[in-house]
C-alpha cells in the first residue's frame, strides 16, 4: 500500500520535471508579487515591516490558490483520473500521493523563496525561523483545501476564478493564525499558541481533505 | 469456468439526460462471460456516455446497471474487474512507453514485474521506442501503448471506446486475436467502434444508440 | 419513519406533501411578523445607552441567527445527498443556498446601519461583522458554482460537497476571527459580549426568531416546488397538473 503511494508521489515528480521550466512559475509569482507593495503601499522600513507578515502571507495564499488549480488539470485532460478509479487501492491513499507530489513541487520552494521575500519586506531576521515553521505547517493545509476546490472546478471551463471563491475564505484561519506568529515573534512576543493551531489545522486537513477530494474527483467525472 | 456463472453485467432502464437532451432510455441488456456487447451509434448518440455508466464513473438518469446481481455502486470488488481504454487513455505524454506501463502495472495492484511489461512492449511493437516519450510517439504508437495496457491488468471486463483509431491494418490484426482469447478466456469485451472488428459473430452482442 | 422518510424522497409526493404545508406556514409567518413587529417597535422600552436605534436588533439578530441555522440545513441536506442520493435533498442544497445568502446579507446590511449610530461607521472590522461576511463567501461561492454547472443533478452535488466541508470550517474560520479580533481591538469584545438582554426585549426578539424561522421553510417549500415543477415539466404528473389548473 505504502508502495503505490510512493509510486504515485515518483511518477508525478518524474512528470513535473520532465516540464521543468514549470517548475519557477510558483516562485517567480511570488517575486514578482512582492516587488509590488513596497512600489504600491511606501518603501518605508518601518511601515513595511509593520505590513509585512501579512504581505508575505497573502502573497503565500495567492501563490497557492494559483498553483493548486492545475493540479488535476492534466490527469482530467489525459483521462489518468479514470484510471485511479479502477486501482483497487483506496482512492483517497492514491489522492493523497499526488497532493504530497504537489506540495513537494510548489510547497517545498516557498520554504527557500518567503524567507528571502520577507527580508526584501524588512522583516527581522530575529523572525525569520518562525516565519519558516509557519510556511512548513501552512502551505500543506492550502494544497490539500485548495485540491478540494481544484477537484470540484477541474472540469469547468473559467474555473480559475470559482476557486478562488470557494477556496480563499477557507484559507483564512491559515492567514490568520500564520500572520499573527510571524508579528508576534517580530514582538518578541510567544507563538507557540499560534503554532499549535496551524499543527492542529494541519493534522485536521491531513485526516478530512484526502476523502473530500476523492469525493469530488468522483463527482467531477461523473 | 462453472463458478464464473454468476459473473453477468445486466442493465436496465437505463436512461441517460445530458443537459436538456435525452441521449438514451429505457436501455437493458445481459453479457455474461465470454460475450462482446458491441455499441454501435452516430456521433453524440452517448455511446461513451453509455460506456462511462457501465464502468461507474457516472450515474444514469434512471435505471442500474448490476454485476453478480449488485448494483455496481455498491459491488466492493467491481472496479477491480475493469480495464478501460477511453478517447483519453491515460496515458502520459511526459513519460516513456516503458515509464507509462509500468506506472499501470503497479495502479492495478501487481508488483512491479518489469520483464512482464518488457514483453508487452515488445507484444504491440513498440520496443524499439521503450524509452522514448511517449508525447514524441505518432498517434496510432500512443494508441498502441494504451491499448498494451490490457494485457497487463488481467481484468474481466475490457471497456473500450473507440479502440482502433488510427491503428494500421497489421495491428487491428493482431489486436483482434487478442479479444479473442480473452473472450475465449471467459472475459467480457464492451466496445465502441467505427471501423469493422472481426469477432466470433456468435459472441457478439449488438446494440444500436440513436 | 423510514419509509416515511423514504416516501417524502419522492419529487411527486414531496410536492403534494409540501403543499399542504404552505398555507400553515405563509399564515404563521404574517401573524408572528406583525406581532413581533408592533411589540419590537412599539411595545418594547427604548434602549437606556442607544435609544431607539437597538431596535434594529429585532431584524438584525434573527436574520444573523438564520444565516447559521441555514448553513446547517444546507450541509445536513448536502450529506444526504451524496449519501443517498435522494433528489429532494439535492433541491434543499441549491435553494438553501440563496436563501441563506439572503438572510446573511440582510444581516450584513442591517449590521452596518446599526454600527453608523453605534460606533460612528458603517463598518468595523468587529468578529461578528466579519464572521458574516465571510459567511456570505461561501455562500457566494456555493451559488456560484452551483450556476456554473449546467448538469443540475452534478451541479447539486458539487454544491453538497462545499456546504459539508464549510459546515466543518464555520467554527474553525469563527473561532479564528474571534481570536484575531481580541487580537486587535480589545475594547470591542465589551461591545459584543451583551449583557444579558431584558425580558422585555427578548420576548419580541424570540418571536421575531420565530417568525424568522417559520419564514425560512415557507420560503424553502415554495421555492423547492417551484424547482420540482421546473425539473418534472417533461413528466406525465405535472403535465396533468398543469392541465388541471
Given at each position: ?222 | ?58 450515474y444514469p438518469s434512471e435505471g442500474e446497471v448490476t454485476w453478480c446481481d449488485e448494483s455496481i455502486y455498491k459491488h466492493e470488488g467491481f472496479r477491480q474487474q475493469i480495464s478501460y481504454v477511453g478517447h483519453q487513455s491515460g496515458v502520459k505524454l511526459d513519460l516513456t512507453v516503458l515509464e507509462n506501463l509500468l506506472f499501470m502495472q503497479r495502479l492495478t495492484g501487481s508488483d512491479g514485474n518489469e520483464s512482464e511489461v518488457k514483453e508487452v512492449v515488445r507484444a504491440v511493437g513498440l520496443f524499439k521506442q521503450r524509452d522514448v516519450l511517449v508525447g514524441k510517439l505518432s498517434a496510432g504508437q500512443k494508441r498502441r501503448v494504451a491499448l498494451a495496457k490490457l494485457q497487463l491488468e488481467h481484468r474481466a471486463i475490457w471497456v473500450l471506446d473507440e479502440p482502433l483509431t488510427a491503428l494500421d491494418k497489421e495491428f487491428i490484426g493482431k489486436f483482434e486475436l487478442n479479444l479473442e482469447n480473452h473472450l475465449d478466456r471467459q472475459g467480457i469485451l464492451i466496445v465502441t467502434t467505427h471501423r469493422e472488428l472481426k469477432l466470433p459473430e456468435h459472441r457478439v452482442k449488438r446494440i444500436?444508440?440513436? | ?245
Amino acid at each position: 500500500m505504502l508502495n503505490v503511494f510512493l509510486t504515485v508521489i515518483r511518477r508525478d515528480l518524474l512528470v513535473a520535471f520532465r516540464r521543468r521550466a514549470e517548475l519557477m512559475n510558483p516562485v517567480l509569482f511570488y517575486v514578482i508579487v512582492t516587488t509590488l507593495f513596497p512600489l504600491g503601499v511606501s518603501p518605508d522600513v518601518h511601515f513595511l515591516s509593520q505590513l509585512a507578515p501579512g504581505l508575505v502571507w497573502v502573497t503565500t495564499l495567492l501563490a497557492a490558490l494559483i498553483s493548486v488549480e492545475s493540479i488535476f488539470r492534466q490527469d482530467f485532460e489525459d483521462g489518468s483520473i479514470e484510471q485511479l478509479f479502477l486501482s483497487p487501492h483506496p482512492i483517497s491513499l492514491l489522492i493523497f500521493g499526488k497532493v504530497v507530489a504537489h506540495w513537494l513541487i510548489t510547497g517545498v520552494p516557498m520554504l527557500g523563496i518567503v524567507p528571502l521575500m520577507a527580508l526584501l519586506l524588512h522583516i527581522p531576521g530575529q523572525a525569520l525561523p518562525v516565519l519558516w515553521v509557519t510556511i512548513l505547517l501552512g502551505t500543506p493545509i492550502l494544497s490539500l483545501v485548495g485540491a478540494i476546490g481544484a477537484a470540484l472546478t477541474a472540469g469547468l471551463r473559467g474555473g480559475g476564478m470559482l476557486l478562488g471563491m470557494l477556496v480563499l475564505p477557507l484559507y483564512i484561519p491559515v492567514l490568520i493564525f500564520a500572520s499573527s506568529a510571524v508579528s508576534a515573534s517580530m514582538d518578541g512576543l510567544a507563538v507557540s499558541g499560534q503554532l499549535a493551531m496551524l499543527g492542529a489545522g494541519l493534522i485536521l486537513a491531513l485526516i478530512l481533505a484526502p476523502f473530500a477530494i476523492s469525493a469530488s474527483l468522483r463527482i467531477s467525472m461523473g | 469456468m462453472h463458478t464464473q456463472a454468476a459473473s453477468v453485467l445486466r442493465a436496465h432502464g437505463l436512461k441517460c439526460v445530458r443537459g436538456s437532451t435525452e441521449l438514451f432510455s429505457n436501455l437493458g441488456f445481459t453479457i455474461e462471460s465470454g460475450e462482446t456487447l458491441l455499441v454501435q451509434g452516430n456521433n453524440g448518440s452517448g455511446k461513451t456516455s453509455l460506456l462511462r455508466i457501465l464502468c461507474g464513473f457516472s450515474y444514469p438518469s434512471e435505471g442500474e446497471v448490476t454485476w453478480c446481481d449488485e448494483s455496481i455502486y455498491k459491488h466492493e470488488g467491481f472496479r477491480q474487474q475493469i480495464s478501460y481504454v477511453g478517447h483519453q487513455s491515460g496515458v502520459k505524454l511526459d513519460l516513456t512507453v516503458l515509464e507509462n506501463l509500468l506506472f499501470m502495472q503497479r495502479l492495478t495492484g501487481s508488483d512491479g514485474n518489469e520483464s512482464e511489461v518488457k514483453e508487452v512492449v515488445r507484444a504491440v511493437g513498440l520496443f524499439k521506442q521503450r524509452d522514448v516519450l511517449v508525447g514524441k510517439l505518432s498517434a496510432g504508437q500512443k494508441r498502441r501503448v494504451a491499448l498494451a495496457k490490457l494485457q497487463l491488468e488481467h481484468r474481466a471486463i475490457w471497456v473500450l471506446d473507440e479502440p482502433l483509431t488510427a491503428l494500421d491494418k497489421e495491428f487491428i490484426g493482431k489486436f483482434e486475436l487478442n479479444l479473442e482469447n480473452h473472450l475465449d478466456r471467459q472475459g467480457i469485451l464492451i466496445v465502441t467502434t467505427h471501423r469493422e472488428l472481426k469477432l466470433p459473430e456468435h459472441r457478439v452482442k449488438r446494440i444500436a444508440l440513436s | 419513519m423510514w419509509n416515511y422518510l423514504r416516501k417524502l424522497s419522492s419529487l411527486k409526493y414531496y410536492y403534494e406533501w409540501s403543499g399542504k404545508w404552505v398555507p400553515w406556514l405563509t399564515g404563521f409567518t404574517v401573524v408572528l411578523m406583525i406581532v413581533g413587529f408592533y411589540w419590537g417597535l412599539f411595545v418594547a422600552p427604548a434602549d437606556y445607552q442607544q435609544g431607539e436605534s437597538y431596535r434594529i436588533i429585532f431584524v438584525h439578530v434573527p436574520a444573523a441567527w438564520m444565516s447559521m441555522f441555514v448553513y446547517v440545513v444546507m450541509a445536513v441536506a448536502g450529506f444526504i445527498a451524496l449519501v443517498w442520493r435522494t433528489k429532494v435533498s439535492e433541491i434543499v442544497v441549491s435553494e438553501c443556498a440563496v436563501i441563506g445568502a439572503m438572510f446573511t446579507a440582510l444581516a450584513l446590511i442591517t449590521g452596518m446601519l446599526w454600527g453608523k449610530p453605534t460606533w460612528g461607521t458603517y463598518w468595523q472590522w468587529d468578529a461578528r461583522l466579519t464572521s458574516e461576511l465571510i459567511l456570505l463567501f461561501l455562500y457566494l461561492g456555493i451559488i456560484a458554482i452551483h450556476s456554473a454547472i449546467e448538469d443540475s443533478r452534478v451541479a447539486a452535488r458539487v454544491a453538497s460537497i462545499l456546504a459539508v466541508t464549510g459546515v466543518i470550517n464555520i467554527p474553525i474560520i469563527h473561532y479564528s476571527v474571534t481570536w484575531w479580533s481580541s487580537l486587535h481591538q480589545p475594547n470591542m469584545q465589551l461591545l459584543s459580549k451583551s449583557p444579558s438582554v431584558h425580558p422585555s426585549m427578548l420576548y419580541p426578539l424570540l418571536v421575531m426568531a420565530a417568525a424568522f424561522q417559520v419564514y425560512f421553510f415557507g420560503l424553502l417549500f415554495i421555492r423547492m416546488r417551484n424547482e420540482i415543477l421546473y425539473r418534472e415539466r417533461l413528466t406525465n404528473w405535472v403535465k396533468k397538473l398543469l392541465a388541471r389548473n
